[in-house]
Each structure stands twice: as structure tokens, then as C-alpha cells.
């Protein structure tokens, strides 16, 4: 059993920034893929970002130039550096492992 463990979303003005992580546990071996993945009201789920083992990483194009994705391979751990966040990337995000285990989510809120 695999367990994810998000955090740091909250509120931001316009322009602001967030980081976030998320932290895996349980029956891991290795991990190949990690990313993080948006879901607004209404909208359905959407890939933001990932990174494989080797560091090779992906961005939707909504968020290149202004989000990174990193990991920890010590820690299990992933985390995406948000800057210059807009009202448009409020949503909830939601931490994945080798496109199979999900995080519960958690609140991204862009506003002034």
C-alpha cells in the first residue's frame, strides 16, 4: 500500500507564489514517474507537470517558464515551485506516483 502525502497549497495574490509537496510512503520500491496534476471547478483533471527517474520533465503549457517540478529520490518526495500564479491555476492539485497512486489533494487559491 502506497500513501501521499500533499502540502502547501493556500491563498495567493496574482503574481504570488506557492510550493508544494508531496511526500510517498508504504510499499515503495522506486518510483519512475512523479508529477502533480490540476483539477478546477467544472474542468476536468489536467497533467501540470512531471518528472522521471532520470530527471526528464514535462510541462502542461499553461505553466512553463513560471512552475518547476523537482523530486527528492532519498524522499520520496516531489515538490512544484509555483511563481507568477494566476487566477486561472486556481485549483485543486493533486500529487501522482507511475500514473497509478493519487493524493488526496489539496487547495490552490489565485486571488486578490
Known amino acids: 500500500q502506497v500513501q501521499l502525502v500533499e502540502s502547501g497549497g493556500g491563498l495567493v495574490q496574482p503574481g504570488g507564489s506557492l510550493r508544494l509537496s508531496c511526500a510517498a510512503s508504504?510499499?515503495?520500491?522506486?518510483?519512475?514517474?512523479m508529477g502533480w496534476y490540476r483539477q478546477a471547478p467544472g474542468k476536468q483533471r489536467e497533467l501540470v507537470a512531471h518528472i522521471i527517474a532520470g530527471g526528464t520533465t514535462t510541462y502542461a503549457d499553461s505553466v512553463k517558464g513560471r512552475f518547476t517540478i523537482s523530486r527528492d529520490n532519498a524522499k520520496n518526495t516531489v515538490y512544484l515551485q509555483m511563481n507568477s500564479l494566476k487566477p486561472e491555476d486556481t485549483a485543486v492539485y493533486y500529487c501522482n506516483i507511475d500514473w497509478k497512486y493519487w493524493g488526496q489533494g489539496t487547495q490552490v487559491t489565485v486571488s486578490s
Open positions: 508504504g510499499s515503495i520500491f522506486s518510483i519512475y514517474v
